[in-house]
C-alpha cells in the first residue's frame, strides 16, 4: 500500500492568508483543495511538501453565481457545476465537462479549480517511486532527461484538464490572489511553456474564481476520449464554441483541443476558415482536417498516439456536427 509522506496541514479562512502562508514556506509548501490529485501524486513522491495549505474553508471562494455572466468560485465541486441548472442551461459545456472528469465519488470531492491547475500527466511520470527509479527518472521529477522525447530540453507531459479547453475556448478569466493583492488573467494565459512549468500562477497564488462570458447566441459542446466511460484522464478532450447570424453563416469560431500537448490548444486556422461559412457537412469536414494539425500526441498517454491524433480529427468534427444540430454519427471507439 502506497502511503502519505508525513506533512502539516494548516486550513486558512482567507485567500490572502493562504497565499502569505505559501509564500512564507516556498518550496516546501503546497496548496490542496479536493486533493484528488495531490494526494496519489505525494503517495508516488512525485511530491513531498512538508506543509499543506488547505483551501477548502476558505471565504467567498465557493457557489455558482450567474448574473449576466457566469461565476464559478474555484472551490466548487465538480460534482456541484455538473448538476447546477443554470450552468447545464446557459453554459452546457462547462456541466459536461466537470461531470466528465473522473468518476462520480472524485467529482464530489474535486474542485473546478483544482481540475484547472491539474498536474500534467505521462506514462513515464505517473508511477510509482521504485518504477521511476528502475528506469532513472524522468526530468518532470528527479532525472534529466525527458524519456518521450530523450533529444528534447523540454517535458512533454500532457495537460489533463477537461475543463481547460472549454474555458478557453468561452473566454474564460480567473481571479489569482496573491500576499499583496489580487490579478484576473484569461484561462488561456495560465498555461506555462512545458510539463514542468505547466502553469503561470506564481506558486503562492491561490484560484478563488473563474469568470465565464455570456455567450447567449453561441451553441457550445466537449467531447471526451478515453479508453474507459468512467475514472480515466482524456486522452483527447474537444472544446467547441460556435455563434452563427441570421443567415446561419459562422461569425466566430472557437476550438480548443486538450491532452494532445502540455497545455490546451486552440485551432486557430481553422477557427479563421470557418468564419463566414455555413455548418454544412462540407465544411465541417475541411474545418475538422484543419483542426486537427496541431495535435501533436506522443507516446506518453494511453492508447496509441498515431490513433489519438486520427481521433482529433474525427471529434472536431463531431463536435462541430453537434453545435450544427446534425446527427454526430457516433459508433463505440476501437481502441488501438
Known sequence: MLRLPPFRYVAPRTAGEAARILAGHGPEAMAVAGGTDLFPNMKRRQFTPRLLVGLRNLEGASGVQANGGLTIGALATLSAVAASPVVTARWPAVARSAGLVSS???????????????????????????????????????GEVCLVAPGSDKCWALSSSD????????????????????????????????????????????????????????ATTYRKVR?????????????????????????????????VHTAPVEAADAEEFLRGRPLDPETIEMAAGIAYKPAKPLDNADLAYAWRKRMARIEVARALREVAGLPTGDLPAIAS
Not at 106 to 132: F, H, I, K, P
Not at 164 to 193: K, N, Q
Not at 228 to 250: C, K, N, T
Open 104 to 142: 462520480p465519488p472524485l467529482r464530489n470531492a474535486g474542485t473546478m479549480g483544482g481540475n484547472l491547475c491539474v498536474d500534467t500527466r505521462c506514462n513515464y511520470y505517473n508511477q510509482s517511486e521504485s518504477w521511476r527509479a528502475s528506469i532513472g527518472y524522468c526530468m518532470k521529477k528527479d
Open 163 to 218: 475543463t481547460a479547453p472549454v474555458m478557453i475556448a468561452l473566454g474564460a478569466e480567473v481571479t489569482l490572489v496573491g500576499p499583496s493583492g489580487e490579478r484576473r488573467i484569461a484561462v488561456s494565459d495560465l498555461y506555462g511553456p512545458d510539463g514542468i512549468a505547466y502553469l503561470t500562477k506564481r506558486p503562492e497564488e491561490v484560484l478563488t474564481a473563474i469568470h465565464v462570458p455570456d455567450r447567449s447566441g453561441w
Open 227 to 259: 479508453r474507459r466511460g468512467s475514472i480515466d484522464f482524456p486522452v483527447l478532450g474537444v472544446a467547441v464554441a460556435v455563434r452563427r447570424g441570421a443567415s446561419r453563416q459562422v461569425e466566430e469560431a472557437r476550438i480548443v483541443l486538450g491532452a
